[in-house]
């Protein structure tokens, strides 16, 4: 078909209308136009053919901002006869399938990147990606995966993977990353995987110096724990009248203790034996230091005077129980304080220790324990007191009693009474005849009087009631808190060195592998606030601990050889050393512990033996001057 111009003559323009309503008609009932100078028809698949050499379509001509206000349908195309920085000059068309949204696409005037690839590209000119400052976004299923921000490598060109909105550093993967074999030099921030040992590694030093990235080790996160600084363990002033920590609980009730059973003061009868319980949680809220010498204890009287208490003593135990329902006669008790004569006073009553100071272990519940043995009996002194919600004491008082009960009587007859006619005679009562004093009482002891007077019955009691009590204790100003943090553990074991390859050359047992559980470390190892020091030598030498041993060599003091026999005579453990008994309550010492302690007791042995030694040659002397003398008969 050929294209004719139209004239304004009203019979051509009425003859052209015709001929393109012919055409329309055509178009309608056929759906075919084709336009060209060659006669051909149509092709059978397009609603237009044009074809005509030497002639071409001509598209409809608009700026940017004509196209943009076009009504926009799906396939509309314009060429944009204008350019902007966001908006080239080209074609243009409009696709409603656009993703994120509708919208209108370029059409570049180059070759675009194809699915299968492209050839004939030069790296120098030819890229994926944006030339304009914005980021490079990239998608699967409309979502994006992957983004390349824009800016410099080192300031920005920041790549997320499946990374969250706002990311700050190189590269960020939100999700596992695999990284699989072995690297071609040793740069320093390099990763590989080392197939022999199935490990990553990393360079730190770009040298042949590889790090294991992976270990045994297991990270347990927020976890609550009691903080546990160094404490500031220091003795307060003015003991007992205003220093020393009182156990008071303030969740008690507060009384006076008068009875015989339950004052420790009872002189109402003439032996006494009472017990109190304290509870460890007592003694830690007051922040009393463990494992640090206690050298006194104080009851509150509220009378004073009268006859002396006799033959008293005081005694102290770390103990699990948790209600005393009767006396405490395992082992474990510790002799503190002894007293040949003592009358109370209105206030606090301070017994400091002469015998040996006490230590509480920190966990354990306290015993104290005190007693006497009198010759007459007077009138009780009170003591300030608590009432308890657990049975906090136990009491035992009698006159001259204690005796065996011959047996089928209920009396205190002795077959083997001295014959001292009229007053004693075999079968009869015995004046004054052996009776067991106050701190040897048990709770089944007979509480009958046995010396010749009138057959007196002591009694046994508990109640939930306990005296007040000052301590001459340490406490430690550095309060501890409940808190949470991480800590990691290993199932296997640690070698810790400072010399490169200590802790795997074994050339010596220190450096042997000594199997999994174990720390091995080339200069030392803490256990908790423990570490093994020499503070014995420097204190006795020098007048103080070194300042690396200050921790440990703090309030240390040397038991004098005497008082040292006295004490392994009675307890059957040295004072450095813990015995049977704490290991039975406590359970196992940790070997820290134990290390420091068999130190410390080698080191004080040496010290005795060198006193022992001073002493030998003193008296050599002595006595070579006295036979020198003439005073003195040879020394064989």
């Known amino acids: ?160 993977v499946n990374a969250p909105a706002t990311y700050t550093e190189q590269l960020e993967v939100n999700g596992g990353l695999l990284i699989g074999g072995t690297s071609a030099t040793n740069t320093e921030g390099s990763i590989r995987l080392n197939a022999t040992t199935g490990a990553h590694e990393g360079n730190i030093d770009n040298s042949a110096n590889w790090y294991q990235l992976e270990n045994a080790f297991i990270l347990e996160k927020n976890r609550v724990y009691l903080s546990s600084p160094v404490p500031a363990c220091a003795y307060q002033t003015g003991w007992p009248s205003t220093g020393g920590p009182i156990i008071d609980n303030g969740s008690f009730a507060n009384v006076g203790l008068f009875s015989t059973i339950e004052t420790p003061y009872s002189r109402g009868w003439e032996d006494g034996r009472h017990q109190y319980l304290y509870l460890a949680s007592d003694l830690a809220a007051l922040n009393i230091c463990a494992n640090t010498n206690i050298t006194g204890a104080a009851f509150q009287a509220t009378g004073s005077g009268g006859q002396a208490i006799t033959n008293g003593q005081l005694s102290m135990k770390n103990t699990p129980l948790a209600a005393l329902t009767t006396l405490d006669m395992g082992p474990g008790w510790v002799v503190c304080h002894t007293s040949a004569s003592f009358v109370p006073v209105v206030g606090w009553n301070a017994h400091n220790f002469n015998v040996s100071n006490f230590q509480w272990n920190g966990a354990s519940n306290l015993l104290v324990e005190y007693c006497f043995d009198l010759n007459s009996w007077t009138s009780n002194i009170g003591v300030n007191a608590e009432t308890t919600n657990y049975t906090a004491l136990f009491g035992i008082y009698c006159d001259a009693c204690g005796h065996l009960f011959t047996p089928g009587s209920g009396t205190c007859y002795f077959a083997s009474c001295p014959n001292t006619s009229p007053q004693n005679f075999p079968g009869v009562l015995c004046l004054g005849y052996s009776h067991s004093p106050g701190c040897a009482l048990q709770a089944n002891s007979s509480l009958v009087t046995c010396d010749g007077t009138f057959q007196w019955v002591g009694q046994t009691g508990s ?174």
Do not use: C
Not at 488 to 495: G, K, W
Not at 575 to 586: A, H, K, L, N, V
Not at 609 to 626: A, G, S, T
């Open 1 to 160: 078909m050929q294209a004719f111009p139209l004239h304004r003559s009203g019979v051509r323009l009425s003859r052209y209308l015709g001929l393109i309503a012919s055409l329309l008609a055509s178009l309608s009932g056929n759906g075919q136009i084709g336009i060209n100078n060659t006669g051909a028809a149509p092709g059978t698949n397009a609603m237009l053919d044009l074809n005509q050499i030497g002639r071409a379509f001509l598209a409809p001509r608009m700026t940017d901002a004509q196209r943009t206000a076009l009504a926009t349908a799906e396939g509309l195309m314009v060429f944009q006869n204008n350019s902007t920085a966001t908006a080239p000059k080209g074609y243009w068309y409009y696709d409603t399938d656009l993703l994120p949204a509708p919208g209108w696409v370029f059409v570049s005037s180059t070759a675009a990147w194809q699915l299968g690839g492209n050839t004939g590209t030069n790296p120098a000119t030819d890229h994926v990606g944006t030339t304009d400052n914005v980021d490079l976004a990239f998608r699967t299923n409309g979502l994006e995966r992957m983004r390349i921000t824009n800016g410099a490598l080192s300031t920005g060109g920041l790549v997320g």
């Open 463 to 636: 109640a939930n009631r306990r005296p007040l009590l000052r301590l001459n204790a340490q406490i430690n100003s550095i309060v501890p808190v409940l808190t949470q943090g991480d800590f990691i553990y290993s199932p296997t074991a640690v070698m810790v060195e400072k010399t490169a390859g200590w802790a795997t050359s074994g050339v010596s047992p220190d450096q042997k592998f000594k199997g999994p559980g174990t720390l091995s470390a080339e200069i030392g190892v803490w256990g908790g606030n423990l570490l093994l020091s020499d503070h014995v030598f420097d204190a006795y030498y020098d007048g103080k601990a070194r300042e690396e041993d200050g921790q440990r060599g703090a309030g240390y003091s040397r038991m004098p050889i005497a008082e040292m026999v006295n004490y392994v005579e009675r307890e059957r453990h040295l004072p450095t050393i813990p015995g049977r008994s704490d290991w039975e309550m406590q359970g196992p010492f940790s070997l820290d512990d134990l290390n420091t302690r068999l130190w410390v007791t080698v080191e004080e042995q040496a010290l005795y033996i060198k006193e022992l030694n001073e002493r030998m040659n003193l008296l050599r002397q002595h006595l070579l001057r006295q036979r020198t003398q003439g005073t003195a008969a040879p020394i064989r």
